[in-house]
């Protein structure tokens, strides 16, 4: 490893190399806006309920992606053909109760995702109780899940109604970006010119942040190629409309608010109102599985609409803009003293006596300090991010007046290891707040504070920076800003 990064890099390849991970990435996240499936609108007739399971609907409305509604859905349909009975809550505190009946139709055969919902739950009724709609709730990162998840998607897949995101049009140049890439970073590991390691450390700094952009270029490859993600076909697309148009319909039938408890048997618009996230007393009801961290229908602007949330994870996303610009300053400062420090022991041109003591050691000495030159320009590069940012968004406010449609902790929607963010976070309380006013169909979440955290569902007027998404007030409305 030591002799793999010994030679110095440089020359033309290391840019063109840099150019090309550049290329890649710019160039994957093209693609994955190409592959994004588009805005659907609903047809102006809705018509008689189609074909499709409820499962299957809450796939093709959800932007081709199968949410915690379709499971949902799924047990209010099995209870609408008289497979389950949902019995109300016992107490105001209690979810609706669950257990299987023998009224289903004659002839009424189950599709594959079907049956196995009902042998998740027929597996958890091991006496003559009925089972709390609590104790069959999912985890949608878990095994159970995915094979849910995998026989909706053939089912869909079967009727022709969605397909794989991913092909070979679409990674290609990604691809070919990668491979040259890697190959031109590793032809420019030595460029013919001996320079001692620490009066390279720029050079050396840059060709790792371009080996580090390679290889997460192609984990962003290799996690596409592996996906199971489908978009719409050409049929989805009409389906989508359709199943849009049912949604207004519903909606003007008033099962936004009906219990799941409350259906009849035969009457199966319930469980289709739920997989297109519209029954909300059927989501109190039967808290079957998480809602979806970045998909949330809202009904802001007058018409149902589905909103995609993102939540950043810059440097320092978060913080108090003052903060930021003090805290930046004072490590750029911090990290230039200490490179210009740990460069001169590097060379020998400083700290002459720990040498003369170690005399012996003094290539472990240099190699020490070369380390710490290397880790110095962290704090450089930080700080001069929140630096910038913090002065950016010091008089910079935006303020939004709308629904928050989603809170989550970061824990909850962090690509990192969730307990390596729990144990970076500690005890602080943090919340992303996502607000959705109606301007936009992608919203970005900002990042609250326990004394500016506002609950999911509340309307609110929010003021938050741009750049580094720290709220500065956020009130309910009804409620006045103080001075």
Same mark, same amino acid.
């Given at each position: 490893?030591?002799?793999?990064?010994?030679?110095?890099?440089?020359?033309?390849?290391?840019?063109?190399?840099?150019?090309?991970?550049?290329?890649?990435?710019?160039?994957?996240?093209?693609?994955?806006?190409?592959?994004?499936?588009?805005?659907?609108?609903?047809?102006?007739?809705?018509?008689?309920?189609?074909?499709?399971?409820?499962?299957?609907?809450?796939?093709?409305?959800?932007?081709?992606?199968?949410?915690?509604?379709?499971?949902?859905?799924?047990?209010?349909?099995?209870?609408?053909?008289?497979?389950?009975?949902?019995?109300?809550?016992?107490?105001?505190?209690?979810?609706?109760?669950?257990?299987?009946?023998?009224?289903?139709?004659?002839?009424?055969?189950?599709?594959?995702?079907?049956?196995?919902?009902?042998?998740?739950?027929?597996?958890?009724?091991?006496?003559?109780?009925?089972?709390?709609?609590?104790?069959?709730?999912?985890?949608?990162?878990?095994?159970?899940?995915?094979?849910?998840?995998?026989?909706?998607?053939?089912?869909?897949?079967?009727?022709?109604?969605?397909?794989?995101?991913?092909?070979?049009?679409?990674?290609?140049?990604?691809?070919?970006?990668?491979?040259?890439?890697?190959?031109? #970073?590793?032809?420019?590991?030595?460029?013919?010119?001996?320079?001692?390691?620490?009066?390279?450390?720029?050079?050396?700094?840059?060709?790792?942040?371009?080996?580090?952009?390679?290889?997460?270029?192609?984990?962003?490859?290799?996690?596409?190629?592996?996906?199971?993600?489908?978009?719409?076909?050409?049929?989805?697309?009409?389906?989508?409309?359709? #199943?849009?148009?049912?949604?207004?319909?519903?909606?003007?039938?008033?099962?936004?608010?009906?219990?799941?408890?409350?259906?009849?048997?035969?009457?199966?618009?319930?469980?289709?109102?739920?997989?297109?996230?519209?029954?909300?007393?059927?989501?109190?009801?039967?808290?079957?599985?998480?809602?979806?961290?970045?998909?949330? #229908?809202?009904?802001?602007? *007058?018409? *149902?609409?589905?909103?995609?949330?993102?939540?950043?994870?810059?440097?320092?996303?978060?913080?108090?803009?003052?903060?930021?610009?003090?805290?930046?300053?004072?490590?750029?400062?911090?990290?230039?003293?200490?490179?210009?420090?740990?460069?001169?022991?590097?060379?020998?041109?400083?700290?002459?006596?720990?040498?003369?003591?170690?005399?012996?050691?003094? #290539?472990?000495i240099s190699h020490i300090?070369?380390?710490?030159?290397?880790?110095?320009?962290?704090?450089?590069?930080?700080?001069?991010?929140?630096?910038?940012? *913090?002065?950016?968004?010091?008089?910079?406010?935006?303020?939004?007046?709308?629904?928050?449609i989603r809170a989550r902790?970061?824990?909850?929607?962090?690509?990192?290891?969730?307990?390596?963010?729990?144990?970076?976070?500690?005890?602080?309380?943090?919340?992303?707040?996502?607000?959705?006013?109606?301007?936009s169909d992608t919203i970005?979440?900002?990042?609250?504070?326990?004394?500016?955290?506002?609950?999911?569902?509340?309307?609110?007027?929010?003021?938050?920076?741009?750049?580094?998404?720290?709220?500065?007030?956020?009130?309910?409305?009804?409620?006045?800003?103080?001075?």
């Amino acid at each position: 490893m030591t002799d793999f990064f010994a030679a110095t890099p440089g020359g033309a390849m290391l840019g063109f190399a840099v150019f090309l991970a550049i290329v890649g990435h710019v160039g994957l996240s093209y693609a994955e806006r190409r592959a994004t499936p588009s805005r659907i609108e609903s047809v102006g007739e809705s018509g008689a309920l189609r074909k499709e399971s409820p499962a299957v609907v809450n796939l093709l409305a959800n932007d081709a992606t199968l949410t915690a509604a379709g499971m949902r859905a799924t047990v209010v349909d099995l209870a609408s053909r008289g497979w389950l009975r949902i019995l109300p809550p016992v107490t105001d505190d209690e979810t609706s109760r669950v257990r299987p009946a023998s009224e289903a139709y004659d002839g009424d055969a189950l599709l594959p995702h079907e049956r196995l919902v009902l042998q998740h739950i027929l597996a958890r009724f091991t006496t003559d109780q009925a089972i709390p709609a609590r104790h069959l709730a999912v985890d949608i990162r878990g095994s159970w899940w995915r094979r849910f998840r995998n026989l909706v998607h053939a089912e869909a897949k079967r009727a022709g109604l969605v397909k794989r995101r991913w092909n070979p049009i679409l990674l290609g140049g990604p691809v070919v970006a990668a491979l040259i890439g890697l190959l031109t #970073w590793n032809a420019s590991r030595d460029d013919g010119t001996p320079v001692a390691v620490v009066d390279s450390v720029e050079r050396r700094i840059i060709a790792i942040a371009a080996l580090v952009a390679l290889i997460l270029l192609v984990v962003r490859i290799v996690r596409h190629i592996i996906s199971n993600d489908v978009t719409h076909t050409e049929s989805g697309v009409n389906a989508t409309s359709r #199943w849009l148009a049912v949604r207004q319909r519903l909606v003007a039938a008033g099962f936004a608010p009906m219990a799941a408890s409350a259906l009849e048997v035969g009457d199966r618009r319930l469980a289709y109102a739920a997989a297109m996230s519209l029954a909300d007393g059927a989501r109190i009801e039967l808290p079957l599985a998480r809602e979806d961290h970045y998909r949330a #229908w809202s009904a802001v602007g *007058g018409a *149902g609409r589905l909103v995609r949330i993102r939540y950043p994870w810059r440097p320092i996303y978060g913080i108090n803009p003052v903060i930021a610009l003090i805290s930046g300053l004072i490590a750029v400062f911090i990290g230039l003293r200490a490179r210009r420090f740990f460069s001169d022991v590097a060379r020998g041109d400083s700290w002459d006596s720990l040498y003369e003591r170690f005399a012996d050691q003094d #290539w472990l000495i240099s190699h020490i300090a070369t380390g710490f030159t290397f880790i110095a320009v962290i704090p450089i590069l930080v700080g001069a991010w929140a630096a910038f940012a *913090g002065a950016a968004d010091m008089f910079n406010t935006v303020e939004r007046t709308g629904v928050v449609i989603r809170a989550r902790r970061p824990a909850e929607v962090t690509p990192l290891p969730r307990s390596l963010v729990k144990r970076f976070e500690g005890d602080r309380y943090s919340l992303y707040v996502a607000l959705d006013d109606g301007s936009s169909d992608t919203i970005t979440a900002w990042r609250a504070s326990e004394r500016t955290a506002m609950p999911q569902g509340v309307d609110a007027v929010v003021r938050a920076t741009p750049i580094l998404g720290y709220v500065r007030r956020a009130s309910p409305i009804g409620h006045i800003f103080g001075d």
